[in-house]
């Protein structure tokens, strides 16, 4: 199993400034005949469903502010979010969707500070 | 928009059965894998299993095989997860979820599923 770790599992960011937050797979996620990787970001907030991001490490889903960008490659992936809104307070969940079983990341906890 | 709505949860004893359904709408549901994912009271997010298009193919993370079945019907737009030997640990919401391919692109509110005695 494709194990992912995330940190930091919790962060206070100012409004207007940046938050970033990383997510390590336990092996690689490049899907070689894609030539993709197949790693996603989710926000999740309060009592509401996942709601996709980032797909392909870095491809942002449409109607997705700019704000949200993925990046990494091979087993290290980055969100980052440029100027925190107060909006995109949630849990931040990092995802592989190459093999079988699907694993997620334990969560991201983004807060003002 | 896409919209799936799920339903069937509820509180069932130990050891019990539960059918959940996930029904589909503005979304061309024969054409994606489907999904189950699930999120224990104040947990991450768990992969359950998913279906192929065209049901032929199907994968369970290990804590339920065995004991649960993915279903599809696609003249029904319908997804099916049938809950057999329910553990107090299968307590969670329930959501299905599609996308192109294995990814998870629209989701379901879900549906609480109470394992207790």
């Known amino acids: 199993d494709i194990v992912m770790t995330q940190s930091p599992e919790s962060l206070a960011v100012s409004l207007g400034e940046r938050a970033t937050i990383n997510c390590k797979s336990s092996q690689t996620v490049l899907h070689r005949s894609y030539k993709e990787h197949f790693l996603a970001w989710y926000q999740q907030k309060p009592g509401q469903p996942p709601k996709l991001l980032i797909h392909g490490a870095s491809t942002r889903d449409s109607g997705v502010p700019d704000r949200f960008s993925g990046s990494g490659s091979g087993t290290d992936f980055t969100l980052t979010i440029s100027s925190l809104q107060a909006e995109d307070v949630a849990v931040y969940y990092c995802?592989?969707?190459?093999?079988?079983?699907?694993?997620f990341g334990g969560g991201s906890k983004v807060e003002i500070k | 928009d896409v919209q799936l709505v799920e339903s069937g949860g509820g509180l069932v004893q130990p050891g019990g059965s539960l059918r959940l359904s996930c029904a589909a709408s503005?979304?061309?549901?024969?054409?994606?894998?489907m999904n189950w994912v699930r999120q224990a009271p104040g947990k991450g997010l768990e992969w359950v299993a998913n279906?192929?298009?065209?049901?032929?193919?199907?994968s369970y993370v290990d804590s339920v095989k065995g004991r649960f079945t993915i279903s599809r019907d696609n003249a029904k737009k319908s997804l099916y997860l049938e809950m057999n030997s329910l553990r107090v640990e299968d307590t969670a919401v329930y959501y299905c979820?599609?996308?192109?391919?294995?990814?998870?692109?629209?989701w379901g509110q879900g549906t609480l599923v109470i394992v207790s005695s």
């Open positions: 995802h592989q969707y190459l093999s079988a079983p699907l694993t």
């Open positions: 979820a599609g996308g192109d391919g294995w990814l998870c692109r629209a």
């Open positions: 279906i192929k298009q065209d049901g032929s193919e199907k």
């Open positions: 503005e979304f061309i549901f024969s054409n994606y894998w």
